[in-house]
């Protein structure tokens, strides 16, 4: 019924999750409410993390970084990709060790490099000029920060534009041809110390071609820098593994990806004669299918096309706006009917922009019904916004058949918050 989606089920008509009732939490929790289950998200680190048992896993904080999710991957083991100074510190009051994570950037502040070298965690440096100030804020610190460099691999993942980041014409990394230089200079440099090469070519990648291209170019420099003096103590391939969001798509497991870029890095490393921790950055794999998005119908309207209008749009799931996203659904009241019209599900959001699924086929919807957008878990709500005025929704975690508030329903208090009125407009 749901695919591999061994987690989802029906009873009685409903749609459940981690064997709990959909229809259920709406009612005692209100929509819109994000739904994770536990025990979905650890199998899925830990499938990765088995197919790669001698690699760290830095699960990639921006896809999901509520407190109680990083806990849980913290608990399965998982280092971190942090992105920005509020991703380390969510990372680090999750518990996650300093040392098990990546501070990553195409453009960090000053601010954010320095706390990465208080807290001592490394950094990913993304150019020179970056590197530079490194030296000196590590330097004012009397540290020494320990760096890699990321790395642009010019390799064209088949992906949407949007997120491939590993072309040579993205923003991210230092040129494949400028790097050899970088380290020169880093090994140059006072209180840095060049102890990884980094790289992260795109996400939502479905074929493992691209994965082996970038390993055998990372691979050849991992070589070309050991040459030049320096010690690697890991090699960071980055995260991309894509997951199927349509029905019939294929994606590769972490034991095929594993099989396409294992033996390069493990051929090259021992005829180096080095024994560098291979580092992996999964976000999407970890937790998109873990999630699905409740959501009731306001309203259905026939005009140009079947109007589904529900409770959440755009400022709860950006994925379909941003990336012409497709994410299944499911009326999770009538989850074993048959398909019997055509709808395009959009949200509230004054917007024409806002559809959130076109031309599906679904039981016959009629409001009050409730729909579940599947596979959320990853850059969905950690995408959210207050646009138009709307409070961000709650989001529960399922675990042993009990539903827990993990993250409260904002308020309208929320939407003032931190807002000064001059006081010459009071009164
Ligand atoms: C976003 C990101 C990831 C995770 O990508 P997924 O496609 O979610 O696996 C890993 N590493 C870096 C540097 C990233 O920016």
């Known amino acids: 019924m749901f695919q591999h989606r061994d987690h989802l089920g029906i009873e009685n008509g409903h749609l459940t999750i981690g064997g709990v009732d959909a229809v259920a939490m709406a009612e005692k929790f209100g929509t819109p409410l994000y739904v994770t289950d536990e025990s979905r998200l650890r199998a899925n680190y830990q499938r990765f993390q088995s197919a790669f048992p001698d690699a760290d896993i830095y699960y990639a904080a921006k896809a999901n970084y509520n407190l109680t999710i990083l806990k849980i991957l913290a608990q399965e ?21 300093p040392d098990r994570m990546l501070f990553n950037g195409n453009s960090k502040t000053d601010a954010e490099l320095e706390m990465a070298v208080r807290e001592g965690v490394r950094v990913s440096v993304d ?17 020494e920060v320990e760096v890699a460099f990321r790395v642009n691999p010019d390799v064209s993942p088949k992906t949407h534009p949007k997120i491939a980041t590993g072309l040579k014409t993205s923003k991210f990394g230092i040129p494949h041809a400028e790097v050899v230089s970088a380290y020169k200079e880093a090994l140059a440099l006072k209180n840095i110390k060049p102890v990884g090469i980094h790289c992260h070519i795109g996400s ?3 074929d493992v071609a691209p994965f082996a291209e970038s390993a055998r170019k990372m691979m050849e420099l991992v070589e070309r820098v050991n040459k030049i003096g320096v010690e690697l103590k890991f090699v960071d391939l980055g995260g991309g ?12 497991s972490p034991s095929e990806l594993a099989d396409a870029i294992l033996p390069i890095f493990e051929e090259r490393t021992k005829s180096l004669g080095i024994a560098p921790k291979l580092i992996l950055e999964p976000g ?8 699905i998005l409740l959501a009731r119908v306001n309203t259905v309207k026939r005009a140009y096309k079947n109007f589904v209008g529900i409770d959440a749009g755009f400022n709860l799931l950006l994925r379909p706006v941003m990336y012409d996203a497709h994410h299944d659904i499911v009326v999770a009241n009538k989850a074993n009917q048959s398909p019997s019209d055509t709808y395009t599900v ?9 559809v959130l699924a076109s031309d599906r086929s679904l039981p016959k919807v009629e409001k009050g019904d409730l729909l579940a957008i599947l596979d959320v878990g990853a850059y969905g709500f950690s995408m959210s916004s207050q646009y138009n005025g709307r409070p961000r929704c709650a989001e529960v975690l399922v675990c042993d058949g009990k539903a827990e508030i993990v993250r409260k329903r904002e308020s309208y208090d929320d939407l003032l918050k931190n807002q000064v009125i001059p006081s010459r407009l009071k009164g």
């Open 77 to 97: 083991g998982a280092g971190a990709d942090v992105f920005s100074d509020g991703e380390l510190f969510c990372a680090l009051k999750a518990g996650i060790s």
């Open 127 to 143: 150019s020179l000029d970056e590197l530079r100030m490194l030296s000196k804020i590590a330097g004012v610190q009397g540290a």
């Open 204 to 206: 939502q990648i479905l």
């Open 241 to 252: 593994l894509g997951v199927p969001y349509k029905p019939g798509e294929k994606a590769p």
């Open 284 to 291: 999407r794999y970890i937790g998109a299918d873990s999630t």
């Open 346 to 354: 959009v949200g509230p959001i004054c917007e024409s922009g806002d």
